[in-house]
């Protein structure tokens, strides 16, 4: 998904960013935490597949809150009443009577007070990894001491920009170098770093305790069970405290709400402000043409050249495939590991793209090898499924380096479009009934 445009709503003098995506049948304002840059949301396909999925069934809002991101920026720390006013200022310009609000770490808090306040304006209140204050107190000892906090505060802003503290919110991404890149640029993006110490430092003084039992929306609590950085009692004060909530915990160890198992907390939030989660209705089905790709001799040549330079060249091998899928008119899918899933409205774009592909990445040294099968997929959100889909993967399994093989399939549904094939006889495909006869393009 492209990302959207960039619009901006006044809050006095003050210019709040949004951005509008989605045309769900319901309105879904996300509340960021403090640091946020709307434009570098979607640089990076797991986070652009994130909003997308969100998108599908809502009206998504998204915003930077003041002095963050592409907003305004600020000499201070703004109070909680002057951020519920941005909040309803992005509403008010983008059209958003009452919607569904959604809001994680500080920003969970903020959005909790903003339901208190606005009713009149809030449908559901969705809360996820959050609390209602800070530092430990009477009544609320769990929490950090001011001291605890300042140090995890001194080692935060030690590093920043750097995206090092990743593995810390997100287990599942350590070691994942492209995403620690990709963080790097969004916490420098999302604030300079004079801004990020007071913004740090206020986060201590958030207190929202009093005004729990005031929520009277119906409020949905989610934390991943083994979070390391937040403690399931801050959501369980949370549950007992908001009237009628809801408290759900996701498997996973993630804190970031981008990372981890986010089809099931989708899944979750989908549910609870449609009334109906994407798993429970029938699948959406269309006819496609599924193309695999994935680089042969891999592994052999990241140990002869690095690690570096192998994350390099995988990298600029990404862009090129990508430039052939968009080319060709098809949807890249998602990649896995050196590969490519992507999907086709026609069998002939579907031929041009991969044997493209093959001649592409040649200029970089390097060898893929393709499959292509065409028939009736299972439209998951971003995602696809199904018995063609599983074709596919196997035929991609059978070709040779450099091959772009196609199943009987594809090659019947292209007749009189030129292409020329050899036979490449009949196979049996692993989990797939019957022989299948499979043929290599040659021209």
Not at 326 to 335: D, F, I, M, P
Request: glycine residues 10%; contains cysteine; aromatic residues 8%.
């Amino acid at each position: 998904m492209e990302a959207p445009d960039v619009h901006y709503a006044l809050n006095g003098e003050t210019s709040i960013a949004y951005q509008v995506v989605g045309d769900g049948p319901v309105d879904l304002v996300l509340v960021p935490t403090w640091f946020n840059n709307i434009d570098l949301l979607w640089d990076v396909a797991p986070v652009n597949r994130f909003f997308e999925r969100m998108a599908s069934f809502s009206r998504l809002v998204l915003f930077d809150r003041r002095g963050t991101g592409l907003s305004d920026p600020v000499l201070e720390p703004p109070g909680l009443e002057e951020q519920m006013d941005d909040v309803t200022a992005v509403m008010d310009a983008a059209g958003v009577e009452r919607g569904a609000v959604m809001g994680q770490l500080e920003g969970g808090a903020m959005s909790a007070l903003f339901a208190a306040s606005h009713p009149e304006r809030v449908t559901h209140l969705v809360l996820y990894a959050t609390f209602a204050r800070v530092i430990a107190g009477e009544g609320y000892e769990w929490a950090p001491s001011k001291e605890e906090r300042d140090g995890n505060l001194a080692a935060a802003f030690a590093t920043w920009g750097t995206g090092a503290r990743l593995p810390v919110f997100a287990p599942s991404l350590a070691g994942d170098k492209a995403m620690q890149r990709w963080m790097a640029r969004f916490e420098r993006g999302s604030a300079a770093p004079g801004i990020v110490r007071p913004f740090l430092k206020a986060m201590g003084d958030v207190d929202v305790r009093g005004i729990l039992p005031s929520i009277r929306v119906p409020t949905l609590i989610m934390r991943r069970k083994d979070d390391p950085f937040i403690d399931v009692r801050h959501s369980q004060y949370l549950h007992e405290h908001i009237p009628d909530s809801k408290f759900v915990e996701l498997p996973g160890h993630d804190n970031l709400i981008l990372s981890g198992d986010t089809d099931s907390l989708l899944d979750e939030v989908e549910e609870f402000v449609t009334g109906e989660r994407a798993s429970s209705r029938e699948p959406d089905r269309a006819l496609a043409t599924v193309m695999f790709t994935d680089i042969v001799g891999g592994t052999e040549r990241a140990a002869k050249i690095g690690d570096r330079r192998w994350r390099d060249l995988l990298e600029t091998h990404y862009g090129v495939i990508r430039s052939q899928i968009e080319r060709y008119h098809g949807r890249e899918v998602k990649t896995m590991g050196d590969g490519f899933l992507a999907t086709f409205d026609g069998p002939a774009r579907a031929i041009r793209c991969a044997t493209a592909s093959t001649t592409a990445v040649r200029g970089l040294g390097l060898d893929i090898r393709a499959g292509l099968h065409t028939g009736e997929v299972e439209v998951m959100g971003d995602d696809v499924g199904g018995m063609a889909v599983h074709i596919g993967a196997r035929v991609g399994a059978k070709a040779e380096a450099g091959e772009v093989l196609v199943s009987g399939t594809v090659k019947d549904l292209v007749v009189g479009s030129g292409f020329e094939f050899a036979d490449r006889g009949e196979h049996e495909l692993k989990g797939v009934p019957g022989e299948w006869r499979l043929y290599a393009v040659e021209r």
